[in-house]
């Protein structure tokens, strides 16, 4: 078992930014990729970037693409994800998670652990 703890999430103006943090614990050398999704209110859970482990390999979401950056420190199992210019459309729940041997980094069902989620809210 892979835990998730997920933190730094909060209230920011519409320019502002955020940097959220998952700490990991537990069997971690099982997984791969860590991922950060987001769920807004009425959607579908959806991808937002992604880092491997081990060469630390990055893959964005095109929403992510130039505002955000997915990094990970290895000695303190942790994943961070700095958000700069958000806009109130990043508003959700963001949610870390992690994947022992995905077939792809992007879809949620590559993932087999999860964090209960920080909330980021954007004001315009």
């Known amino acids: 078992q892979v835990q998730l703890v997920e933190s730094g999430g909060g209230l920011v103006q519409a320019g502002g930014s955020l940097r959220l943090s998952c700490a990991a614990s537990?069997?971690?050398?099982?997984?791969?990729?860590m991922g950060w999704f987001r769920r807004a209110p009425g959607k579908e859970r959806e991808f937002v970037a992604s880092i491997r482990w081990r060469g630390g390999s990055t893959y964005y979401a095109d929403s992510a693409k130039g505002r955000f950056t997915i990094s990970r420190d290895n000695a303190k199992i942790t994943v961070y994800l700095q958000m700069a210019n958000l806009k109130p459309e990043d508003t959700a729940v963001y949610y870390c998670?992690?994947?022992?041997?995905?077939?792809?980094?992007?879809?949620?069902?590559?993932?087999?652990?999860w964090g209960q989620g920080t909330q980021v809210t954007v004001s315009s």
């Open positions: 998670a992690a994947a022992r041997a995905p077939l792809t980094v992007d879809t949620t069902t590559s993932y087999d652990y």
């Open positions: 537990g069997r971690t050398l099982s997984s791969d990729i």
